[in-house]
Nanobody, 118 residues
Framework: QGQLVESGGGSVQAGGSLRLSCEAS????????MGWYRQAPGKQRVWVAT???????NYEDSVKGRFTISRDTPKNTVYLQMNGLKPEDTAVYYC????????????WGKGTLVTVSS
């Protein structure tokens, strides 16, 4: 248990949209927070978005207004809707989860690749 499985990555043209999904093997209600990170080739892994157990969301500045994190608790799934994609969004996207308020993100998926062409 505790596995996170991402899906929905792919290759799109600039301005296009994708919806990433992250399905957990346990109820996402048990997590203090869930979110998404991404890592571009040769770059550091960086935070993208977070949703807390209370439904509060937060976003990295470059994706504000374009990306939306949401959840479907009965399906144990968190989504990242990505609109207005840009080439600089190209990265492997990782789903994460925190088991407590002080744990940090201590569950990680294996990632799904998003490629945006100009």
């Amino acid at each position: 248990q505790g596995q996170l499985v991402e899906s929905g990555g792919g290759s799109v043209q600039a301005g296009g949209s994708l919806r990433l999904s992250c399905e957990a093997s346990t109820s996402i209600f048990t997590f203090n927070a869930m979110g998404w990170y991404r890592q571009a080739p040769g770059k550091q892994r960086v935070w993208v978005a977070t949703i807390t157990s209370g439904g509060r969301t937060n976003y990295e500045d470059s994706v504000k207004g374009r990306f939306t994190i949401s959840r479907d608790t009965p399906k144990n799934t968190v989504y990242l809707q990505m609109n207005g994609l840009k080439p600089e969004d190209t990265a492997v996207y990782y789903c994460t989860a925190a088991t407590g308020p002080l744990s940090g993100m201590n569950y990680w998926g294996k990632g799904t690749l998003v490629t945006v062409s100009s």
